[in-house]
């Protein structure tokens, strides 16, 4: 998975399906949040750092009956007591045959040490998909990036 790219997958009722986000640049973070956008559903969501197959088992979050959003904030994943490394094994589950969308959205501080601004990554829309989004309070923003299709493709388009 990448940040602000949507993945949209589907999972059978009593299934998994996992994934794995690296974390590179970990530089001013604030939250690290993990969206699942059901299409039709109810997807569940689990996360761990630790155990590669995150599930009913064993997890570090996870985010259950309509619940598709698991926080992470800086001051639980920049410790050092947590050495873990910035590798997060999530899974899916299927508590109904579900189509969703799972992204990644990461919270930056608005200035870096030097006063520069810091945009968060934009999240990726796609055509037909819906997309959560996440607001933390009333100064949050999103940010999104809307390709449109040119306009030889529009002739195309009936």
Not at 34 to 56: A, C, E, K, M, Y
Not at 59 to 65: V, Y
Not at 144 to 150: G, H
């Amino acid at each position: 998975m990448k940040e602000g790219i949507p993945v949209r997958d589907s999972v059978r009722v009593g299934e998994y399906r996992y994934y794995v986000f690296n974390l590179y640049r970990t530089t001013n973070i604030t939250s690290i949040f993990f969206q699942v956008t059901p299409i039709n559903g109810d997807p569940d969501l689990f996360i761990s750092r630790d155990i590669q197959n995150p599930g009913f088992q064993g997890f570090e979050k996870a985010a259950c009956f309509c619940v598709n959003l698991i926080e992470y904030m800086s001051t639980e994943l920049f410790t050092e007591k947590d050495s873990r490394n910035n590798t997060f094994y999530i899974a899916t589950y299927g508590l109904t045959n579900a189509d969703y969308t799972i992204n990644v959205i990461i919270e930056r501080n608005s200035t870096d040490d030097n006063g520069e601004i810091i945009l968060e990554k934009p999240t990726q829309l796609f055509n037909h998909l819906p997309q959560k989004s996440v607001f933390k309070d009333t100064e949050s923003m999103a940010f999104f990036d809307i390709i449109l299709p040119s306009l030889d493709e529009k002739k195309n388009i009936i």
